[in-house]
């Protein structure tokens, strides 16, 4: 079994507190709280790290996040007219960073497209067949009027050529789509046992997001656009960025705890055609994503005297056997259990896949450079795994020179009453590569 490592402590990070490796801080910070995901992380902490390394008084200096998610670090690092670039997997989620990068709108095509949207719906088509057209989850989430006015929304953004506005406009159009739902679609969950109170038209609560938006950007709009941002699967190298091209990474990797990112957007996915059914899903999404979840792979797939022959492997033998026995552990818990979950072999895909994200982490850094990485430790089936250290030891065997490990917060107490629940006490963490 894996042990627990000790926590380090050093006042540089004497910033950090509970709430730094949630969302929570940006859903009052504008442009940040444009894409509401509850598996983000503060941009206090970017802004923070942004102070602690100096990053505003070095002109060239440049962050790299191989885990754009939402834009967090993308976002924070362009207010503070610090260079960043960054990596992210799925291609919805790559237009929510353009437009939050996007702060070069004018108020005349504001006001012009904002005003073809609502002529449109004011000429909206009655021939529009819902079972045709929509995606069969959708029909379960909106009001068939409703639904009508989001498609036509929807069809008319697509029909604006210049990208930036399009985009600015899809993405008012992701959170209209929360406001106006039957049941409330807070990401990750549908809660489909309870009702939204909503009385407004798709048109007010459509303009009305965009109206925030565009004010959101008024005191922007002057500065530098610093951040640029890939469509790219972080466990490859991407030829776009140079060799110790960046000073500074700043993520927040997926945790190992099943969470699956392509179910979870799928609302969101579904209404742009981006997929359609459980294959899309997993082609054009979860294929492109660290293996975070059990959904993400075949079990029958795997190859126990494959995963040993993997670079993965034969660069941690020094870690390989104690995985493996973990591994063991996991499955014989499992079955103790009852347990369906494969999380033994979820748990040796994750750290394959981690290991691939660290080469790649550590080839952008400039020689001295440092990653910070926000995660927590889990514990399948009840068996305590010490991720936040185990990814440190990875990073040594692949040449970074040491690591530091920080706690944030105690976690996973709200899920105590779940069947298979463990009363193990976890941790999130910054882990500090250098």
């Not at 459509?206 to 890939?230: A, G, N, R, V």
């Not at 190992?256 to 579904?270: F, I, M, Q, R």
């Not at 691939?356 to 795994?385: C, H, M, Q």
Request: charged content about 25%; aromatic content about 10%; overall charge positive.
């Amino acid at each position: 079994m894996l042990l627990k490592t000790n926590t380090q402590s050093t006042e540089d990070m004497n910033f950090l507190h509970i709430e730094i490796g949630s969302a929570k801080d940006n859903q009052k910070s504008p442009v940040h709280n444009w894409y509401k995901f509850t598996a983000g992380f503060s941009y206090k902490f970017v802004e923070e790290i942004i102070l602690l390394e100096k990053l505003s008084q070095k002109p060239n200096s440049q962050i790299f996040d191989p885990f754009a998610g939402c834009g967090t670090t993308l976002v924070s690092s362009q207010k503070e007219g610090v260079k960043a670039v960054g990596n992210e997997g799925q291609a919805f989620m790559l237009d929510v960073i353009k437009a939050k990068l996007n702060w070069k709108i004018s108020k005349r095509s504001f006001d012009k497209y904002l005003l073809l949207i609502k002529d449109s719906l004011l000429k909206k088509s009655k021939k529009l067949d819902l079972n045709q057209y929509a995606h069969p989850l959708l029909l379960t989430l909106y009001k068939d009027e409703i639904l009508k006015d989001l498609y036509i929304v929807k069809n008319t953004v697509n029909s604006i050529k210049a990208e930036k506005y399009r985009l600015f406009f899809k993405l008012a159009l992701s959170q209209t789509l929360h406001k106006v739902s039957i049941h409330p679609i807070a990401v990750p969950y549908i809660s489909r046992n309870k009702i939204l109170s909503n009385d407004k038209s798709v048109w007010e609560v459509f303009s009305h997001i965009s109206e925030i938006m565009f004010k959101d950007i008024k005191e922007l709009k002057e500065k530098e656009s610093t951040s640029k941002i890939y469509l790219h699967d972080s466990r490859k190298p991407n030829r776009y960025i140079k060799n110790k091209q960046c000073d500074i990474c700043i993520t927040s990797p997926p945790y190992l705890n099943n969470l699956d990112y392509g179910e979870v957007s799928k609302v969101h996915t579904h209404f742009f055609d981006i997929t359609n059914s459980w294959n899309d899903i997993t082609n054009r999404v979860r294929k492109k994503l660290v293996t975070g979840a059990t959904t993400h792979y075949i079990e029958s797939d795997f190859i126990m005297a494959d995963f040993l022959k993997s670079d993965f492997a034969l660069k941690n033998k020094n870690l390989i056997p104690e995985l493996v026995k973990t591994a063991d552990t996991i499955k014989a818990f499992a079955k103790e259990k009852s347990g369906k979950k494969s999380f033994h072999l979820l748990t040796l895909l994750y750290f394959k896949d981690m290991y691939d994200v660290l080469v790649e982490i550590k080839r952008v850094l400039k020689r001295n450079g440092t990653a910070y990485l926000i995660l927590g430790d889990s514990a399948p089936y009840g068996v305590f795994i010490p991720t936040t250290e185990i990814l440190g030891r990875i990073a040594k065997n692949i040449g970074f020179d040491s690591y530091e490990i920080h706690k944030i917060r105690d976690r996973g107490t709200k899920w105590k009453s779940l069947r298979f629940r463990h009363s193990l006490a976890l941790t999130e963490n910054v882990l500090v590569l250098k």
